[in-house]
């Protein structure tokens, strides 16, 4: 019987669960993605890709790879250059040439390779791919501008490395009917089809999207469709630049405003998820024994060298006066993970060189899965434990965004700041931030659901969002657009009035963010709280000053609001994470046994009902 389907199936199966399990115990999916490989491949023999999906295993892994650089172009925005434009332009231009030129000689005199191979070997491992980059930048956590230095570098690397790998093996591998003269100029000519095909591209389906051409049911098909097509007719041009085209397309439509750009990247997401956790087994699971049999000390040498000399030099050289700091550079010289593209294009490259006479090509697979392993779990395992050594974390802080500014949410931004938790308050209305300004609390000005406060809101140290207007749609709305961001266990919001969604008339649960404070605490009893003189106390609990004690000496009614556990926070009693104990610190909001009311004098800060 051919069990080949159940084969695909069961990899599909095993790459959502690793990224489960990635998740659960907190280390880089990529990690238990390249052991998952190994285990079901070389160890125990289960799968062997090669022999049981045949020739069209390339073509998917191609196709996939395709689709990966194309959602990961979407992620590239413009804005993000205001902060790295400068490093961005100086790794990419100065440290690909200044890596491979470093890793030529390490090819050379290090592992002992001819130097037509050396040099494409050298250029096959200037790429450090997405498939493995985006996944470790989102794990870590990492600080805006270092992190958007790894992903432009990633993305953008990813197409010319493979680029400058075709160039060179066409070059060392050409016939005596063409000239190196002749190849540079096809290349050259390839290259700037590739980038206008790829514009092009992006242009057009944003004309045929906004002049209501196709169906909204369609468009998502039909961008998949373009990226299939692009890819496929910039092969046709050269061999592999068909990548170069679905990047640019990827960046085309991640800048120019298009209307379904958030349905778009959470679809590509979703599926990018399945295609890197499926084509990374696969193609780990394909390794042979023999890949290794002849790898000596010589081959532990050059992927020493890799890892400790050629990449930290060709960054710190390329980043000289690029506003970088010290501790950036040492972070973006260590982390430089390969993956499912070196690992493609030396399979690729491999068998033609050896059929036109170079015996040490043999070594062009070995030594590429050789950096790739190292690269893959030391710089998956070290990048958050390295990154917060050197401040360029922000995993350990767990800022809120809270949308809406009155005197109530004012209030509750100023004690989450007494807890030493960032925070910032966000409303498109100047007069209702007074209170804040002067209390010299963070504000945002400006409509959060805008692309100017997408690119100019810092987000870095968030990881809650707390929609508290006086417009229940709002709220609902500003909580979807932003559970993309914090994920839908993160994104709360103050309930609607009448008690209960109702599911056949009102907005769907599906597009609202958590109850905050429980179903009684809508905007309006809030205010009106505040004004009766209802304060928020926080309290440390201990081993005598227990949660229960705590609460006994309330006066109630009161509404919790918080607990900050363990780094962690929570919004509401009921999205606590197990019961409060000592070091927990808790926040309510109360009624006072005997204050006088707060007065609405007529300042618009205290007390104003208009929405942002």
């Known amino acids: 019987m051919d069990f080949t389907l159940q084969k695909l199936v069961g990899v599909i199966i095993l790459g959502v669960s690793m990224h489960w399990l990635a998740w659960r115990v907190r280390i880089p999916s990529i990690v238990l993605f390249f052991g998952a490989g190994i285990l079901i491949g070389p160890a125990l023999g289960m799968v062997d890709p090669t022999q049981d999906f045949g020739p069209l295993l390339q073509a998917l892994i191609k196709l996939a790879i ?66 493995v980059i985006l996944p470790l930048v989102r794990h870590a956590k990492l600080s805006s501008r270092t992190a958007s230095v790894l992903k432009w570098e990633g993305i953008i690397n990813d197409p010319i490395g493979v680029l400058l790998a075709v160039l060179v093996a066409e070059i060392i591998t050409h016939d005596a009917t063409q000239t190196t003269e002749t190849i540079l100029w096809h290349f050259g000519m390839a290259f700037a089809g590739a980038v206008a095909l790829g514009i092009a591209g992006g242009l057009l389906l944003k004309f045929i999207f906004e002049k209501g051409h196709t169906p909204e049911f369609l468009k998502i098909p039909m961008v998949l469709c373009m990226v299939i097509s692009l890819y496929g007719i910039g092969n046709l041009l050269e061999e592999e ?28 997401e979703n599926i990018t998820t399945l295609l890197v956790s499926t084509v990374f087994i696969l193609l780990t699971a394909d390794l042979k024994t023999e890949h290794f049999q002849n790898l000596d000390w010589r081959a532990l040498g050059f992927v020493l060298c890799i890892l400790f000399l050629v990449r930290p030099l060709a960054v710190w050289l390329a980043t000289l006066g690029s506003g970088l700091k010290s501790n950036e550079k040492l972070l973006l010289g260590w982390i430089a993970p390969r993956g499912i593209v070196a690992a493609s294009v030396a399979g690729l490259f491999a068998p ?142 103050l309930p609607f009035h009448p008690k209960k969604v109702d599911e056949e008339k009102g907005v769907h649960s599906a597009h609202l963010g958590r109850i905050a404070f429980g179903e009684e605490a809508r905007f309006e009893v809030l205010m009106d709280r505040f004004y009766q003189g209802w304060t928020f106390q926080k309290s440390k609990l201990t081993e005598e000053h227990d949660f229960e004690a705590f609460t006994q000496k309330l006066n109630a009614p009161y509404y919790l609001i918080g607990l900050f556990k363990k780094g962690k926070l929570a919004f509401g009693a009921e999205h606590f994470p197990g019961a409060p104990g000592p070091g927990d610190r808790i926040i309510a909001f109360v009624k006072p046994e005997a204050t006088p009311p707060k007065k609405k004098n007529g300042d618009t800060t205290q007390g104003s009902l208009d929405a942002p």
């Not at 090819?107 to 390779?113: K, S």
């Not at 085209?245 to 590509?268: C, D, H, P, Q, S």
């Not at 006479?357 to 070594?363: L, S």
């Open 66 to 131: 395709a689709i990966i650089l194309f959602e990961g172009g979407l992620n590239l925005r413009f804005h993000e250059l205001r902060q790295s434009g400068r490093a961005v332009k100086q790794i990419i231009g100065f440290g690909l040439p200044l890596a491979w030129g470093f890793g030529f000689l390490a090819c050379y005199w290090v592992a002992g390779l001819s130097a037509p191979v050396s040099l494409l070997l050298s250029a096959i491992l200037v790429v450090t791919g997405p498939t």
């Open 352 to 493: 033609r060189l050896i059929e036109r006479g170079y015996e040490d090509a043999v070594y062009l697979l070995p030594l590429v899965f050789g950096v790739i392993l190292s690269t893959v779990v030391l710089h998956g395992l070290s990048l958050e434990w390295l990154a917060r050594k050197l401040a360029l974390s922000s995993d350990k802080k767990e800022g809120v965004v809270i949308v809406g500014a009155n005197p109530w949410t004012t209030e509750l931004a100023s004690v989450l700041r007494e807890l030493d938790l960032p925070v910032v308050l966000v409303d498109g209305t100047w007069h209702r931030l007074k209170d804040a300004r002067l209390r010299g609390l963070p504000i945002h000005f400006g409509e959060i659901l805008s692309e100017t406060s997408e690119q100019n809101m810092e987000l870095a140290e968030m990881g809650y969002l707390l929609a508290a207007s006086e417009n229940d749609a709002y709220n609902a709305l500003v909580c979807n657009a932003f559970i993309h961001h914090f994920g839908r266990d993160r994104v709360y919001q």
């Open 241 to 268: 630049i068909g990548l170069l085209a679905v990047t640019v397309l990827g960046i085309t439509m991640g800048n120019i405003r298009m209307l379904i750009f958030y349905e778009l990247r959470k679809f590509k």
